[in-house]
């Protein structure tokens, strides 16, 4: 797992780093830069024919754009480096390494007001090296002129962050004018950016670059925010057991499927039954029990008194694990019988699709919600829960506040599914996707959180867990048949190899 840190608490870990490792700032900023240097040379190997333009800020992203240039130059690529002035004192570093590339004769130009002509051809490269994380206000004047001019160009890889672009916040922001990146190469930390689907076509393909900072003082950095990676799960996962039966491994239930929609009842249920769950049971109407039966005969069916929608849900008591939502459609019926569900239930539930739209017509019942249970909103469903947001900073605010109304866990999807805690904080997933932007992917989420729910893991760990475990099976899907013909069913048929990388 990853911090997710502020540009002052960044600031904080290298100057610690400095103190403990008895580094200077110079020191640290070559080690950074060598980092990148190494990743740079390996990553975009492509490159190596282009001419590569370098654009330092006199700050230390600057800095480090001048040891990358250097470290470039050395190893025979073909730079031409380019400063500018946009505060009216150079930080150390950069004036250090200026020294440095000048000793050295390596051509650079100084852009001002008066002489920012640039020609740069199509198949140039820039790197963006004029703000980091100390950008503090809105880029104006010749400088966000250039960042105009630079976001001609096709291949853009900008260093820690796209200049303009602040590491956190960008509300007071007017985001004017911003780096357009193709890659960001973001300095160890990630930073909230990177998450938030508003900055993503300035950010593009990003890559932590590890630059060695000390552990403890990035321990001793609080934060909310985590970005969560597969090693954090294989902690949680339970080990089996060889006396155990399937009574010991979990009775879940989906109440799912109504008329038309019986394919979301099937998905879910064959997640659920790929995710280590004993006995399944599925709760919907008369019109959908041949249908399971056929498709899912591991599964047992619990039948509505309806043709058509589910009505009446008797008793639930018996199950660990209970998803509510896939293909359950919003009769009225339906409501009352989710109505009548929640005044009955204590145990958790996996909330998702439809049950989420009955809630959020009527919102005087989320009070009922039992507590831990896990909500799967994508961002429309949140919205009609939670109501329009103006920013992904505010979004994120309302998932926290919503968490801590209904004292549960939300797993607000998309890339980088988010999922916030009942306490307020929030985990940003590492796999996934966009070939899963497909019907029926979430269905899928649900069957696998109900079956680890079942099993007996808590809310926290069933979240975590299925959250990634979802998302690693679109990423084999996507490795072995491609993002665009994989589907809903292929996250199913890969979900054992996610299973066993995640147990390796
Ligand atoms: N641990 C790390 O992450 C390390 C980071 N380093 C680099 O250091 C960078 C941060 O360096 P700095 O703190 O010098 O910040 P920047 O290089 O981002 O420069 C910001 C400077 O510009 C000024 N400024 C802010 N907004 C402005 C605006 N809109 N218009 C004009 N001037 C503005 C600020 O007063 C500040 O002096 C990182 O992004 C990274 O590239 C590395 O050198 C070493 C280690
Ligand atoms: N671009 C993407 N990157 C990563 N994951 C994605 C992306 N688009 C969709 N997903 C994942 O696919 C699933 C889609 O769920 P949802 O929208 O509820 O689909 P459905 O209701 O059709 O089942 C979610 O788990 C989401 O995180
Ligand atoms: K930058």
């Not at 950069?94 to 740069?120: G, Y």
């Amino acid at each position: 797992m990853k911090k997710v840190l502020s540009s002052s608490a960044i600031r904080r870990v290298d100057k610690k780093t400095m103190e403990r490792l008895s580094l200077s700032s110079l020191q640290l900023m070559e080690i950074a830069a060598f980092n990148l240097f190494q990743f740079f040379c390996s990553h975009f190997q492509f490159y190596q024919t282009s001419t590569i333009h370098i654009f330092c800020g006199n700050g230390n992203n600057g800095g480090d754009g001048l040891v990358l240039a250097r470290m470039l130059f050395k190893a025979k690529w073909k730079v031409k480096v380019y400063y500018l002035r946009f505060s009216s004192k150079d930080s150390n570093e950069f004036a250090a390494n200026l020294n440095q590339l000048n000793e050295m004769k390596i051509p650079i130009e100084e852009l001002n007001e008066n002489r920012f002509d640039l020609s740069i051809q199509q198949s140039d490269v820039v790197i963006d090296a004029l703000f980091g994380s100390g950008l503090n206000r809105s880029v104006q004047g010749f400088v966000g002129k250039v960042i105009d001019i630079l976001n001609q160009s096709e291949h853009i890889v900008a260093i820690d962050i796209p200049s303009g672009l602040m590491a956190a916040d960008n509300r007071n922001n007017s985001l004017e004018h911003v780096i357009k990146a193709t890659a960001t190469l973001s300095i160890q930390v990630p930073k909230l950016c990177l998450f938030q689907p508003t900055y993503a076509e300035c950010i593009g393909e990003w890559h932590l670059i590890d630059i060695g900072l000390d552990h403890m003082a990035l321990e001793e950095e609080q934060t909310p925010y985590y970005f969560l990676e597969r090693s954090d799960i294989k902690k949680l996962i339970k080990p089996s057991r060889t006396f155990a039966h399937k009574g010991t491994n979990g009775h879940g239930l989906l109440i799912s499927g109504s008329f038309g929609m019986m394919g979301a009842a099937v998905l879910s249920a064959n997640a659920a039954l790929r995710s280590g769950v004993g006995l399944l049971s599925i709760h919907t109407p008369k019109c959908g029990v041949e249908i399971l039966q056929q498709a899912v005969p591991q599964a047992m069916v619990e039948v509505d008194i309806h043709q058509y929608f589910t009505t009446c849900i008797q008793s639930v008591e018996q199950y660990k694990g209970i998803g509510i939502g896939p293909g359950l459609g919003q009769a009225e019926n339906t409501q009352k019988a989710i109505h009548h569900l929640l005044q009955l239930v204590i145990q958790p539930l996996v909330i998702d699709a439809d049950a989420l739209n009955i809630l959020a017509s009527h919102q005087d019942w989320l009070s009922l919600i039992p507590t831990g249970s896990i909500l799967t909103p994508h961002p429309g469903e949140f919205k009609r829960l939670v109501g329009e947001w103006n920013s992904d900073e505010e979004k994120l605010e309302k998932l926290k506040e919503f968490c801590g109304k209904v004292k549960s866990y939300v797993i607000l999807k998309g890339a980088f599914s988010c999922l916030c805690t009942p306490e307020g904080l929030f985990y940003f997933n590492s796999t996934g996707n966009e070939g899963m932007a497909k019907g029926g992917s979430g269905d899928v989420l649900t069957g696998i959180l109900t079956a680890l729910l079942a099993q007996g893991y808590t809310s926290e760990s069933a979240a975590m867990f299925g959250m990634m475990v979802h998302g690693l099976a679109g990423d084999i899907a996507a490795e072995s048949i491609g993002k665009v013909s994989m589907n809903a069913l292929d996250l199913i048929e890969f979900l054992p190899h996610a299973f066993m990388q995640l147990n390796d």
